[in-house]
């Protein structure tokens, strides 16, 4: 079954505890990306990645890094959460090919709280 | 630069009546544009896109768009409504060329459907 799957779905940690939010994919896409989803706000870009060692920032990165090297996976890191991070977040993927994201295919969410 | 106004956060309507849910865009470059749902305590799923074919597009579920170049819109509708459309709906774009492969969602509108 094609899908994107993020592990943990809910995360309640401290302000300054480092986690990664992991994410895979298994339908071989180059596009990955991460949202944040807050009441109001929608979903807004945290990073993306158009392959494999390529990465890019979206319009919220601040306080949060990824990495790309392989194919399928694209974890989230925090380095040092703060409560501001607390939200609901979504990986997702799709294909690409060097042009422009087409559909993409989310993640089922995970929920964090930093307190 | 780029992004999205969805006009209403909140829409209302009544089982069997017209549903018209508002996107308008900018865009330095021609877009592509897309419109997801979302359930609730689910990631977000495709509805239909807008990739320079067909102005008109027919979604899922018996939704379609128009793409309206002079008036920057993208908005969705569908005839008649069912209880089980009622989501969030979420219009987004991105660039269909420049290399620039970052996507944009609106704020989201909630469909409530009364019976």
């Known amino acids: 079954e094609a899908q994107v799957t993020q592990n943990p779905r809910y995360l309640i940690t401290v302000t300054g505890k480092k986690l990664t939010v992991t994410c895979s994919q298994n339908m071989n896409h180059e596009y990955m990306s991460w949202y944040r989803q807050d009441p109001g706000l929608g979903l807004r870009q945290i990073y993306y990645s158009m392959n494999v060692e390529v990465t890019d920032k979206g319009d919220v990165p601040e306080g949060y890094k990824v990495s790309r090297k392989e194919k399928r996976n694209f974890p989230l890191i925090l380095e040092s959460p703060s409560p501001n991070q607390t939200s609901l977040y979504f990986c997702?993927?799709?294909?690409?090919?060097?042009?422009?994201?087409?559909?993409?295919?989310f993640g089922p969410g995970t929920r964090l709280t930093v307190l | 630069a780029q992004s999205v106004t969805q006009l209403g956060s909140h829409v209302s309507v009544s089982e069997g009546a017209l549903v018209l849910l508002r996107c308008n865009y900018s865009?330095?470059?021609?877009?592509?544009l897309f419109w997801y749902v979302q359930y609730p305590n689910q990631g977000l799923q495709l509805l239909l896109k807008y990739t320079s074919a067909a102005t008109l597009v027919k979604g899922i579920n018996g939704f379609e768009a128009e793409f309206k170049k002079s008036e920057t819109s993208f908005h969705l509708t569908k005839p008649s409504a069912h209880m089980s459309d009622a989501a969030e709906y979420f219009c987004a774009v991105s660039p269909a060329s420049g290399g620039y492969q970052k996507v944009t969602f609106g704020t989201g509108t909630k469909l409530q459907v009364i019976p």
């Open positions: 997702a993927s799709s294909t690409a090919g060097g042009g422009p994201p087409d559909t993409q295919y």
């Open positions: 865009s330095s470059v021609p877009p592509y």
